[in-house]
């Protein structure tokens, strides 16, 4: 079984930027894509950022040039560093580990920009 838990979520003004951590435990494994999706009040999850086994990564186009994600296999980590945040960015995200056969979800961490 793998659990995510992430963290650094928070309040911030319009313009500052958050850095979120996930931390997975468990059975993983280095071929596992990891990346951070997102539910504003209303709305559907939606995908922010994904990196995969290789390095490679995917942004929403929304967020290209202002987040970056990146992983630590060794540690077995995920982070999201946030910059330049507006309103739209509040939303809880939510850490997601998947591969071939498997699927995990974190409990997410409230983010919320203020104008």
């Known amino acids: 079984q793998v659990q995510l838990v992430e963290s650094g979520g928070g309040l911030v003004q319009a313009g500052g930027s958050l850095r979120l951590s996930c931390a997975a435990s468990g059975n993983i494994f280095s071929r596992n894509a990891m990346g951070w999706y997102r539910q504003a009040p209303g709305k559907q999850r939606d995908k922010v950022a994904a990196i995969f086994s290789d390095g490679t990564t995917d942004y929403v186009g929304s967020v290209k040039g202002r987040f970056t994600i990146s992983r630590d296999n060794a540690k077995n980590t995920v982070s999201l560093q946030m910059n330049s945040l507006n309103p739209e960015d509040t939303a809880v995200y939510y850490c997601?580990?998947?591969?071939?056969?498997?699927?995990?979800w974190g409990q997410g961490t409230q983010v919320t920009v203020s104008s």
């Open positions: 997601r580990l998947w591969g071939p056969s498997s699927n995990y």
